[in-house]
T-cell receptor, first 108, second 114 residues
Framework: RKEVEQDPGPFNVPEGATVAFNCTYS??????FFWYRQDCRKEPKLLMS???SGNEDGRFTAQLNRASQYISLLIRDSKLSDSATYLC?????????FGAGTRLTVKP | DAGVIQSPRHEVTEMGQEVTLRCKPI?????LFWYRQTMMRGLELLIY????????DSGMPEDRFSAKMPNASFSTLKIQPSEPRDSAVYFC????????????FGSGTRLTVV
């Protein structure tokens, strides 16, 4: 079993739709959680951290479920510019593991 | 801040040649990471440094790979001799040393070994 698993997608959604991704992790001792965004042929960029109480940044909401060992990312009112691959990252201190990513395409 | 700077952006080399990838982390960041990304395996951590000291190199594929960080502002990843299966995008990332802040990635070096 991989340490961090994501549905690779692709998720194809119309503009304005709400879309959610989950990411499961195997190490119950993990303390740090992030979502990164990676555009085609670009580097990953930090989208948001995921806090135990859940957190929101505009149209993006991230949540952590420690009991079931998964994190989620919800995107509301999706835009064409949200099209990218979304990577979840889980770990402790400098031992961070990346998921393989979920590809999202938002269509007009 | 200029961010994490990697060079070269693209490298095409023949099998058996030595390849050196370079990275300048963000000033003040004391952790530096080398990752490799391929379609098949995704992002893999190769090695990371903390305060210029290699902490975990368990991800380095084999002895053909070596990495150094002679000072806080420069690191190299060397492959000698290179093989076609080393073709990938190699990313360098740095962080302030606390996971709370996540990592900042460089633009990557796209390596093709023919």
């Amino acid at each position: 079993r991989k340490e961090v698993e994501q549905d690779p997608g692709p998720f194809n959604v119309p503009e304005g739709a709400t879309v959610a991704f989950n990411c499961t992790y195997s190490n119950s001792a993990s303390q740090s959680f992030f979502w990164y965004r990676q555009d085609c042929r670009k580097e990953p960029k930090l989208l948001m951290s995921v806090y135990s109480s859940g957190n929101e940044d505009g149209r993006f909401t991230a949540q952590l479920n420690r009991a079931s060992q998964y994190i989620s990312l919800l995107i509301r009112d999706s835009k064409l510019s949200d099209s990218a691959t979304y990577l979840c990252v889980v770990g402790n201190n400098n031992d961070m593991r990346f998921g393989a990513g979920t590809r999202l395409t938002v269509k007009p | 801040d200029a961010g994490v700077i990697q060079s070269p952006r693209h490298e095409v080399t023949e099998m058996g040649q030595e390849v050196t990838l370079r990275c300048k982390p963000i000033s003040g960041h004391n952790s530096l990471f080398w990752y490799r990304q391929t379609m098949m395996r995704g992002l893999e951590l190769l090695i990371y440094f903390n305060n210029n000291v290699p902490i975990d190199d368990s991800g380095m594929p084999e002895d053909r790979f070596s990495a150094k960080m002679p000072n806080a502002s420069f690191s190299t990843l060397k492959i000698q001799p290179s093989e076609p299966r080393d073709s990938a995008v190699y990313f360098c990332a740095s962080s302030p040393g606390q996971a709370l802040y996540g990592y900042t990635f460089g633009s990557g070096t796209r390596l093709t070994v023919v």
